[in-house]
């Protein structure tokens, strides 16, 4: 059972004061629908992702409180492309934010990378993001055309080892969450984490997915990329391809020396020798590479 009482659903609906009358639900009121749905599990009988009761009764008591434009939910695990769970977008929009993403790219995302890590809780992108991150080839090729001014999103690690994140999006028009929302979003993530676990805890993500119509590939083993391995065919060594995972992340020379406890010198001379491998002399040219190979998996 969730373990969220009467306290819980009152800190969830306390906007109630302040937002009026009227005939729209109260916070209160869309909390205990989203609790509801998170117990039935309806959506896990014929329903696609944008059709998830659950989802839909999250994001409407989320919105009770905060006001935002998209909600994206994936699964990770691991390698393994991740499962989409829910989403918001019209069919142009989810081929951007759902099926390209899908193809390699959720490698590079702070998102992923977080999840797979077990954070756990609310966080913003521009918190998660590499230094370099908005100059990244990722960012210029693919992150913007998302055209957002800003990406929160809330952490569930599971118990099975998967984690889920429910990204909260804002378009450019929106601006990005001010101070106070960031604060009202953080406060209610314990009981986002709580109706998520009580959602998605028993799912199988990341191994296999769910079968939901509408989803090409959807229903088929979902296999982890070898991260170890990726980069072998073009010649490089397993170094080598960590500084490449890491300079098409977003990562400067600096940063790259931390992480892997080298010199930001010995950093640099790893990116001429594998600008030099692959014949390329820009971060656009390694992008490339790397949405080839990607491509390329089943």
């Known amino acids: 059972m969730l373990g969220i009482g009467k306290a819980e659903i009152g800190r969830g609906g306390q906007e109630d004061a302040t937002q009026g009358g009227g005939e729209r639900p109260s916070a209160a009121r869309l909390l205990a629908q989203a609790i509801a749905a998170a117990h039935e599990r309806s959506a896990d009988v014929l329903t696609g992702p944008g059709d998830d009761p659950f989802g839909h009764a999250l994001i409407a008591w989320l919105r009770a409180h905060v006001p935002f434009d998209h909600c994206v939910t994936f699964g990770y695990r691991g390698t393994a492309r991740p499962p989409l769970l829910f989403e918001t977008f019209n069919p142009a929009e989810s081929h951007v934010y759902v099926t390209l993403y899908q193809v390699g790219p959720y490698l590079l995302d702070p ?170 002399n820009s971060q656009a040219g390694l992008f490339a590479h790397f949405v080839a190979i990607m491509q390329r998996k089943p």
């Open 111 to 280: 998102f992923y990378h977080a999840a797979i890590e077990r954070v756990e809780g609310f966080r913003r992108m521009r918190e998660l993001a590499p230094d370099r991150f908005y100059a990244s080839e990722y960012y210029r090729s693919y992150y913007s055309q998302t055209v957002l001014a800003e990406e929160a999103g809330f952490f569930v690690p599971l118990a099975n080892g998967a984690s889920v994140v429910v990204s909260l999006m804002r378009k450019a028009a929106s601006g990005a969450f001010g101070a106070a929302q960031v604060r009202q979003l953080r406060e209610l993530a314990p009981i986002v984490l709580a109706l998520c676990r009580l959602r998605w805890g028993g799912e199988v993500i990341g191994e296999e997915a769910r079968g939901r119509p509408g989803r090409e590939g959807e229903g088929k083993a979902a296999r982890g990329v070898d991260r170890g391995t990726i980069w072998r065919d073009l010649a490089l060594t397993s170094r080598e391809g960590e500084v490449v995972d890491l300079i098409l992340q977003g990562h400067s020379a600096d940063s790259i020396a931390r992480l892997l406890s080298i010199s930001a010198g010995t950093a640099k001379v790893h990116r001429r020798n594998i600008y030099r491998k692959l014949n390329i």
